[in-house]
């Protein structure tokens, strides 16, 4: 079965940093594009990055510069470096697989930016 596990959110302050990790498993992570989403209080769901098999990435503007995306293909894990963080970062982040055109998504990770 599909599984998309969400880690390293947590509190953080203005203009620090963090690191989202996205363990998969029950698909071959290889050959999915994966991506990073994320949805705030009274918000809608929003594309943070996206990065695919072979590597290309798209970020959102707002994450450009800020952000980085990646995945190691061996440990079957997605990453997003997230750096200078502003208070409108917070948002529960969320995984995203979509193995064979079918998407699945993680239960999420909660980041908060605040003083």
């Known amino acids: 079965q599909v599984q998309l596990v969400e880690s390293g959110g947590g509190l953080v302050q203005p203009g620090g940093s963090l690191r989202l990790s996205c363990a998969a498993s029950?698909?071959?992570?290889?050959?999915?594009?994966m991506g990073w989403y994320r949805q705030g209080p009274g918000n809608e769901r929003e594309l943070v990055a996206r990065?695919?098999?072979?590597?290309?990435?798209i970020y959102a503007a707002s994450v450009k510069g800020r952000f980085t995306i990646s995945r190691d293909n061996a440990k079957n894990t997605m990453y997003l470096q997230m750096n200078s963080l502003k208070p409108e970062d917070t948002a529960v982040y969320l995984c995203?697989?979509?193995?064979?055109?079918?998407?699945?998504w993680g239960k999420g990770t909660l980041v908060t930016v605040s003083s």
């Open positions: 995203r697989a979509t193995p064979g055109g079918i998407l699945y």
């Open positions: 029950g698909f071959t992570f290889s050959s999915s594009p």
């Open positions: 990065i695919t098999s072979g590597g290309s990435t």
